[in-house]
């Protein structure tokens, strides 16, 4: 999947997000899930956006760990307004869904970057560090 379509992806969900807060009951309890839903469900897209700007490979690895744990903490928000009866199953199953996707695609792009950086570190380790004539006695 291209950064231009997850970029997209992420912020469908937001979206979808902002429409199933919407339509929740307006009691305390579903007011203030939701508020924890709507910031988790939101930050996703505007995490991976980030994560898209990083600047080492490791600043992409805890960006896109900042982006896992959002997603999986917006599936836990609606499992718990499922639970609490303040939304029903068939409202909330495309944004459990969803959620749990963009974890598994956070946990696999994570994997990748831990297994690209790996393999760059030992390149750059095997190769002879270069000396200079002037500064190494022969």
Known sequence: MSNENLKQRTKMFALDVIKLVETL????????????????????GANYRAACRAKSAA?????????EE???ESGYWVELLVDAAKLK???????LEE???????????????????VRSSTRASAQPT???ALRTPH
């Open 130 to 132: 270069p000396h200079s």
């Open 59 to 67: 600043d992409f690895i805890s960006k896109m760990g900042t982006v």
């Open 25 to 44: 009951p307006n009691d305390r309890a579903s007011q203030v899930i939701g508020g924890q839903l709507l910031r988790a469900g939101t930050s996703v």
């Open 70 to 72: 959002e997603a999986d």
């Open 89 to 95: 199953t068939e409202k909330a199953v495309h944004v």
């Open 99 to 117: 959620s749990g996707e963009l974890v598994a695609i956070s946990v696999a792009s994570i994997n990748t970057a831990r297994r690209n950086n």
